[in-house]
């Protein structure tokens, strides 16, 4: 798994490359929990190279999600591969997310 990080306005975007899961999943987590200990945090998370995301990945995003919501920011994702997004549907997690197209209309 890599992790690319930048910005984009008050936006924090991570892009994520590899599979998700249980075995790679722990650097995002603490990412995302540096990411959303201020107040308001705006995160993108890009998954345009994921093609893999297991339960472990998809609770580390649900809680990045519900800590971003808390403190009154938004955590929103992009660029899902047909693949991931089926697991989104599935799960009916695309409910609770914003899932946008690219990371140009997301920002």
């Not at 490359?17 to 998370?45: F, N």
């Not at 297991?54 to 994702?77: E, I, P, Y």
């Amino acid at each position: 798994m890599e992790m690319v990080e930048h910005s984009a306005g008050p936006m924090r975007i991570l892009e994520l490359h590899g599979r998700l899961d249980a075995h790679t999943v722990a650097p995002v987590q603490a990412w995302l929990e540096r990411a959303t200990a201020g107040p308001e945090a705006q995160i993108l998370v890009n998954l345009a190279d994921v093609a893999f995301i297991d339960s472990t990945a998809l609770g580390t995003l649900v809680q990045g999600l519900k800590r971003c919501r808390q403190g009154g920011g938004d955590l929103r994702l992009c660029c899902l591969q047909r693949p991931v997004r089926m697991i989104f549907e599935l799960t009916r997690l695309d409910r609770a997310f914003t899932i946008l197209t690219d990371e140009e209309l997301a920002v």
